[in-house]
């Protein structure tokens, strides 16, 4: 089976554009989260998605938005882009939203964002 | 307040030998899950071990062990038998119960030398 998958596996963006970002679950996970990790720090969370709503929201600003398909892959849009978003923005999935205790996340590779 | 504390930027290791990374959390939580990753260059999370809050036996998974002292709030991965491929960043992570949202530490780059 299919691991999550994100695409694309890097991007090159100027300050000011937007950016959409994609990722599909592994095949039966309804639950897509998004993290965003900064060069040389752990991953931040985002954004969390249960059968196409938001269940939950890092501390980070309204230019960050995000969506789930009906076949459970998730989009992250990112709007007038500054240096500071230069990253690797990871996606997991799970099976729900209110996993066991013991369910960890599954992570796919990222896609590495840059903004010049 | 940080919930995820890492406080080894970077560790060498000798081929062979064990090598422990220090992780400690802040939680009120009383049910909790810890749990610690790697992360080659190639940048995909690796799941390696967790740890429940209430679990009474530190976890254990192959090379990897998890040493658990919940008074001092530290969960420990400890790597056994260090190999060339551990060469990667690890972090630790801790889990609220009933939220899927991950606290990560800001990671220990390990080094594993021949």
């Known amino acids: 089976d299919a691991g999550v998958t994100q695409s694309p596996t890097h991007l090159i963006k100027t300050r000011g554009q937007q950016v959409t970002l994609r990722c599909s679950p592994i095949?039966?996970?309804?639950?897509v989260s998004w993290y965003q990790q900064v060069l040389g720090q752990g991953p931040q969370f985002i954004f969390q998605?249960?059968?196409?709503?938001?269940?939950g929201r890092g501390n980070f600003p309204d230019r960050f938005s995000a969506r789930q398909f009906p076949n459970y892959s998730s989009e992250l849009n990112v709007n007038a882009l500054l240096l500071g978003d230069s990253a690797l923005y990871l996606c997991?999935?799970?099976?729900?939203?209110?996993?066991?205790?013991?369910?960890?996340?599954?992570f796919g590779s990222g896609t590495q964002l840059s903004v010049l | 307040a940080q919930k995820i504390t890492q406080t080894q930027p970077g560790m060498f290791v000798q081929e062979k030998e064990a090598v422990t990374l220090d992780c400690t959390y802040d939680?009120?939580?009383?049910?909790?899950?810890l749990f610690w990753y790697k992360q080659p260059s190639s940048g995909e999370m690796i799941f390696l071990i967790y740890?429940?809050?209430?679990?009474?036996q530190n976890a254990t998974e192959g090379r990897y062990s998890l040493n658990f002292q919940k008074a001092r709030k530290s969960a420990n991965l400890v790597i056994s038998a260090s190999q060339l491929g551990d060469s990667a960043m690890y972090f630790c992570?801790?889990?609220?119960?009933?939220?899927?949202?991950?606290?990560f530490g800001s990671g220990t780059k390990l080094n594993v030398k021949p």
């Open positions: 997991a999935s799970s099976p729900q939203t209110n996993l066991p205790a013991n369910e960890k996340l599954f």
């Open positions: 095949s039966g996970h309804k639950s």
């Open positions: 998605y249960y059968e196409k709503e938001e269940r």
């Open positions: 939680t009120s939580d009383p049910s909790y899950g």
């Open positions: 740890q429940g809050s209430y679990d009474q």
């Open positions: 992570a801790m889990r609220e119960v009933n939220f899927n949202k991950f606290y």
